[in-house]
């Protein structure tokens, strides 16, 4: 079992930068492909990126290609979201979840474990 804890969201003016962290405790989290989910008020909760146990393969949600970047420290048990030129859109809570496999990795359904979340609020 893993327990992941997000830091590093807050409220920033359009056009900055955050870079979030997830912090893994408990077991083997270098054995979980990693991804990261937001979700806006009103709105399902939306795939934004997942990375592989390696850290080689790094994929992306429609709304995330080019200014988000997702990476990992498996010696710091961490994985990481940057997040550049913020748009209000990218308002939502941020979310990092851990699952076995890369299979399905859109799906939330198919993460076993998730943190609590944290804010990202963009003004304009």
């Known amino acids: 079992q893993v327990q992941l804890v997000e830091s590093g969201g807050g409220l920033v003016q359009a056009g900055g930068s955050l870079r979030l962290s997830c912090a893994a405790s408990?077991?083997?989290?270098?054995?979980?492909?990693m991804g990261w989910f937001r979700q806006a008020p009103g709105k399902e909760r939306e795939f934004v990126a997942v990375i592989s146990v390696s850290g080689n393969t790094r994929l992306y949600g429609s709304s995330a290609k080019g200014r988000f970047t997702i990476s990992r420290d498996n010696a710091k048990n961490t994985v990481y979201l940057q997040i550049d030129t913020l748009k209000p859109e990218d308002t939502a809570v941020y979310y990092c979840a851990a699952k076995a496999t890369m299979l399905r990795y859109t799906a939330a359904s198919e993460y076993n474990y998730w943190g609590q979340g944290t804010q990202v609020t963009v003004s304009s």
């Open positions: 408990g077991h083997s989290f270098s054995t979980y492909v």
